[in-house]
Structures are given as structure tokens and as C-alpha cells.
């Protein structure tokens, strides 16, 4: 069975920075497609930043220049380096993971979720 576990999340002044990590294991397959999912207090989950196995990434446009998302695909292992934090990036962000090259919210492997809070 798919797992996906994450580390990384924890408290930091605005302006500063994180680096998350997951992993997925249980699974010889390769995940196609890594990304982060956040979701705020009385926000739905969104899409933060997306990588395939071939390297295209896809990013919002709320953290465009401030993150970096980037992935080993020998470990099936995915990262998101956050700079230049800012309060309103304050959320539980979730790794998300996919065999194919798109994300299906209620088929797909998600992440137990980690929490990132941005103090003012």
C-alpha cells in the first residue's frame, strides 16, 4: 500500500523559510506526479506547486518566485523549498501523488498532512 510521508512543517517569522519533504513508499512504481496541496482555516485545499517525473512544473500564482518544488525520482521523493514566507501562507500543506500525469483528488495518494504557521 501507497504511503506518502511528509516532514518538514513547523512555525517561522514572515520572511522566512521552510523546506518540506515526502516520500513515497510501499510502492516499486514510479508516482508520475508529486505536488503540495495547502488548506487554510475555512479554505479548500489548493494546488501549491507540481512536478512530473519528466520535470514540468506547475506552480499558483501566490507563490510564483517564493517556492521552488523539485523531486528525486530514484526515490520517488519530493521537496518544496519556501522562501520569503508570508502569514497568508499559513496552512496544513499535504503531499499529493499520482502513477499518471494528472491528480485525481479521490483516487490518487494523499499525504497525512503537515503544518506550516507564518507569525507576523
Known amino acids: 500500500q501507497v504511503q506518502l510521508v511528509e516532514s518538514g512543517g513547523g512555525l517561522v517569522q514572515a520572511g522566512g523559510s521552510l523546506r518540506l519533504s515526502c516520500v513515497a513508499s510501499?510502492?516499486?512504481?514510479?508516482?508520475?506526479?508529486m505536488g503540495w496541496y495547502r488548506q487554510g482555516p475555512g479554505k479548500q485545499r489548493e494546488l501549491v506547486a507540481a512536478?512530473?517525473?519528466?520535470?514540468?512544473?506547475n506552480y499558483a500564482d501566490s507563490v510564483k518566485g517564493r517556492f521552488t518544488i523539485s523531486r528525486d525520482n530514484t526515490k520517488n521523493t519530493v521537496h518544496l523549498q519556501m522562501n520569503s514566507l508570508k502569514p497568508e501562507d499559513t496552512a496544513v500543506y499535504y503531499c499529493?501523488?499520482?502513477?499518471?500525469?494528472?491528480?485525481?483528488?479521490?483516487?490518487?495518494?494523499w499525504g497525512q498532512g503537515t503544518q506550516v504557521t507564518v507569525s507576523s
Open positions: 510501499g510502492t516499486f512504481l514510479k508516482m508520475n506526479y
Open positions: 512536478i512530473t517525473s519528466g520535470g514540468t512544473t
Open positions: 499529493a501523488a499520482s502513477r499518471t500525469f494528472t491528480f485525481n483528488f479521490g483516487k490518487d495518494y
